[in-house]
Each structure stands twice: as C-alpha cells, then as structure tokens.
C-alpha cells in the first residue's frame, strides 16, 4: 500500500510563493513518475505538473509553465513542487499522484493510481 500526504498550502497574496512536498511510503518511489494536480471548487481536476521517476524530465501545463518547478528527490521519497508568481486563479486544493506504468499521458487523472488527501492552496488578489 502507497500513501501519500501533501504539505505546504496556506493562504497567499498575489504574486507571492509557496512549495508544496509530498511525501510517499513505498521502497519502489523512484519507479514512478509523479504528478501533482489541483482542483478549485465546482471544477474538474486539473494537472499541473508532472516527473519521471528519475526525475530527469518534466512536464507542465501551460498555465503554470515558468511559474511552477517540479522536482524530487528520491533517498527521502519526496515530491516538491514551488509555485511563484501565484494569482488567484492558481487556489484550490492540490494533490499529488503515482502515476501507472505504461501509460502514455500525464494529464489525465485515470492515469494514476494513488492520491493524496490534498493540501488547499488559497491565493488573495
């Protein structure tokens, strides 16, 4: 079993920082690729970023491309994911995922198979 806990949301001004840090069970975390999604009230789940398992490539959407890093590191079984330039339509709450092996996207939810509880990220303009 897999578990997932996010931490690192909080509320914010406009244009101001937060990291966030997913930290996972599991002695296979370096397997998997990772993606964080987020999702605001009467929305649909949303992806953010996502990285390989060896961390060497990224992916983003383009609404936070240069704003948002993505990165981990894998002897503490750790995502983090530092989010600048924050505005409001950046709140809700983000979750971290695991994503499947042999699967061909990163921007689709059923694309992964454990989440965590979420941490709520809260942007005032």
């Known amino acids: 079993q897999v578990q997932l806990v996010e931490s690192g949301g909080g509320l914010v001004q406009a244009g101001g920082s937060l990291r966030l840090s997913c930290a996972a069970s599991g002695r296979t975390f370096g397997g998997f690729g990772m993606g964080w999604f987020r999702q605001a009230p009467g929305e649909e789940r949303e992806f953010v970023a996502g990285i390989t398992g060896t961390g060497s490539s990224t992916y983003y959407a383009a609404s936070v491309k240069d704003r948002f890093t993505i990165s981990r590191d894998n002897a503490k079984n750790e995502v983090h994911l530092q989010m600048n330039s924050l505005n409001p339509d950046d709140t809700g709450r983000y979750s971290c995922?695991?994503?499947?092996?042999?699967?061909?996207?990163?921007?689709?939810?059923?694309?992964?198979?454990?989440w965590g509880q979420g941490t709520q990220v809260t942007v005032s303009s």
């Open positions: 995922a695991r994503r499947r092996t042999y699967v061909s996207t990163w921007n689709v939810p059923d694309e992964y198979d454990y």
